[in-house]
């Protein structure tokens, strides 16, 4: 196993414990964790493995400078996605909702994976925040329609109505 590999094992075995340990003892583990790769100086992964932990316990003002310190620093890959996800998610949380709502839309045309879902998920939220129902449940709509066992194109075309 590799340094790299071993490092990403034993940051899944600290967040398998959140949940089951304080708050305070699970973020302490994450910057004790992601000192190993760190040190003193700023590092996207690092960076965002502490947005997370404390996006995770409710220290949303605390993540967001973490979010944007990673990106900014260089994440690439899925963590780069999650991030962006997670930052417009902290965003609305801390009411900064219109730029919450950019983030997404460009993550929702400029991406796809297996997160597609989860964009459209916290997008809805942000627009449902602004009382854009209507857009926010043709995303729910349309993310459905791809995992139902049936009527799948009656769901997609039924949320594509919804804001004609």
Known sequence: MTE????????????????????????????KHTEKISSDKSNA?????????????????NAEPLYRSALTSGLTGLRR????????????????IHESIE???EEKENYSDELD???????????SSLNNDKE????????LSKHLPRYNRSVYNYSKELIK
Do not use: M, P
Not at 117 to 127: E, G, K, R, T
């Open 4 to 31: 790299s590999e071993l490092w990403e094992k034993e940051l899944k075995t600290i967040w398998d414990r959140l949940g089951s340990i304080s708050n305070d003892e699970f973020i302490h583990q994450i910057k």
């Open 103 to 105: 983030i997404l839309r």
């Open 45 to 61: 992964i690092a960076d965002f493995e502490r947005a997370c932990a404390y996006d995770s316990t409710g220290f949303e003002q």
């Open 81 to 96: 996605r999650r991030a962006r996800i997670q930052l417009a998610s902290t965003l609305r949380n801390n009411g900064k």
């Open 136 to 143: 926010a449940l043709s995303l729910v709509l349309e993310s």
């Open 117 to 127: 879902d989860a964009v459209h998920a916290f997008l809805a939220l942000s627009l």
